[in-house]
């Protein structure tokens, strides 16, 4: 166990000349010994699939409502422009440039002319294009990956290392493997002792990881590369330190890194959209005895977050964090006792695909507070209103502020909580703390997010002093 398996995020990798001599190379040597897993260059991913928070429809989306072929076609089109430009940005030498270029042009006119013949085969009434959406879904995925996996390794075989992208994708490949078959393959000839492979976050395999896990997909290869191969250490580097919160709301001097947690936390993270590892790929480490470390990818010297599953020490708040959300409120005045209403909000949540956040209800409303876009929303609503058309359903723009620690037994989270969001002029919607102690949230006016994130962490961790130290008001965390 002599090797680190590391993933590098897309905003990470937008800036892939930045880390060529801090973190492939160190002091003029190439730090062999090292695995990286590598999503899509920053804004790929949503050009090609849709975007992650607003929905966009990017070629994926294009081609799965398409009324006409001009749509997927331009999006496809802007999608290649985009990652032309992104290897532009990163690569130096003429020659590595074009044939960064060229191994763009061929994926995206194979994507193309695939989706032509399976456009044409379903004009036949034997065939189904729902039927194969997951498969164009995959294959269109796993052009970002391959792009930037080849374009890293054309950076470092740039600077004398010997490195190698690993395709994973099963570009034009016979035959069909499961997860662990394809990468037991791809790294069958690779020796990371003496050469630096750079892998694809997306894999093509039997199990479909876009089925299950969908954007999640690039950890899940991540966590399974660092268990198969017995690694030392699973890191994930950032562009960012995993912090007490945004230190553009807070500001830099009173936030605190995390510097070590536990999979309680990174789960209520992961709630709250900003992912610090997916929960399945954690579990996959966990399983396999194998560390997480999260490190700024631009702070190399920085030790970063360790998480385990270790408890906390003493009980304290590590992180105050939000999220912008829409409140779906169901109200009928006949619910009261009668079974079925939750089940069927449930299905139309995720028939539409929509995340959900949290929960309240009461006799004779349940709402569920959901991360999702308006236009998935208004099909919700719309599904209820025509299954309860007795019910009055609303949705609403709001937030969600968290309060979230190993440990926050003790603390009185919630009432201080409450009494700081009123010292500093906004009302709590709702607030809610569960049994296990791990996080308290609260429900606000959306324009009080930020302000709301500012008061509590204020509250819990302190501001510091003109001087740079901590006040007095600072509690333990």
């Known amino acids: 166990m002599t090797h680190t398996v590391e993933k590098i995020g897309g905003t990470s990798m937008s800036r892939l000349h930045e880390l060529r001599d ?22 790929i991913t949503d050009m090609l699939l849709e975007h992650k928070k607003s929905g966009e429809d990017g070629a994926y989306a294009a081609f799965a409502d398409a009324e006409d072929d001009h749509g997927w076609h331009d999006a496809l089109t802007r999608a290649c422009r985009t990652m032309i430009k992104a290897h532009e940005d990163v690569l130096e030498h003429p020659g590595d440039i074009a ?36 498969h164009i879904r995959e294959l269109l995925s796993g052009l970002g990956e391959a792009h930037s996996a080849h374009v890293a390794a054309l950076v470092l075989k740039r600077a004398s290392v010997n490195a190698r992208a690993v395709d994973l994708t099963g570009w034009r490949e016979d035959g069909e493997v499961n997860l662990d078959e394809r990468i037991n393959n791809a790294m069958a000839s690779v020796d990371p002792a003496t050469e630096m492979p750079i892998v694809t976050g997306y894999a093509q395999c ?36 995993l912090s007490s919160a945004d230190p553009k709301l807070v500001g830099a001097e009173n ?91 449930l299905d139309a949540l995720t028939r539409h695909d929509v995340r959900i956040v949290s929960k309240a209800s009461n006799a004779n409303t349940i709402t569920h507070y959901v991360d999702a876009s308006v236009k998935a929303m208004r099909k919700v609503a719309d599904d209820l209103a025509e299954k309860y058309p007795q019910s009055e359903i609303r949705n609403r723009k ?9 440990d926050l037994d003790g603390l009185s989270t919630l009432q201080r909580g409450l009494q700081a969001l009123d010292d500093n002029g906004m009302a709590s919607l709702g607030a809610t703390q569960g049994p296990r102690h791990v996080d308290t949230q609260f429900i606000l006016e959306r324009e009080d997010r930020d302000p709301a994130i500012k008061a509590l962490h204020d509250t819990f961790f302190g501001k510091a002093s003109k001087n740079g130290k901590k006040s007095d008001m600072t509690i333990a965390a």
């Open 99 to 134: 044939q960064a270029t060229a191994f763009v042009n061929e994926r995206i006119e194979g994507a193309r002319n695939c989706l032509i013949d399976l456009q044409r085969l379903c004009s036949y009434g034997h065939f189904r294009l729902n039927a194969h959406l997951m």
């Open 206 to 241: 039997r199990e479909g990881l876009m089925k299950e896990f969908d954007r999640g997909y690039s950890e899940v290869t991540f966590s399974q590369m660092a268990a198969l191969t017995g690694a030392r250490e699973a890191i994930i580097h950032k562009e960012f330190h």
């Open 398 to 406: 709001l937030a969600l502020v968290s309060v979230i620690g190993r």
């Open 255 to 345: 936030v605190r890194t995390l510097g070590h947690t536990n999979y309680d936390v990174a789960d209520q993270m992961a709630n709250l959209g900003m992912e610090a590892i997916h929960p399945s790929a954690a579990k996959t480490l966990r399983q396999a005895g194998v560390p997480l470390r999260v490190t700024n990818a631009f702070e190399p010297e920085e030790p970063g977050t360790v998480i385990d599953d270790q408890p906390a020490e003493t009980p304290a708040v590590e992180m105050v964090t939000g999220l912008d959300i829409i409140a779906l409120e169901v109200f009928e005045q006949d619910m009261v006792g009668v079974k079925g209403y939750d089940a069927a909000i």
């Open 22 to 43: 801090t973190l492939f190379i160190k002091n003029g040597e190439p730090q062999y010994g090292r695995i990286f897993v590598v999503s899509a260059f920053g804004g």
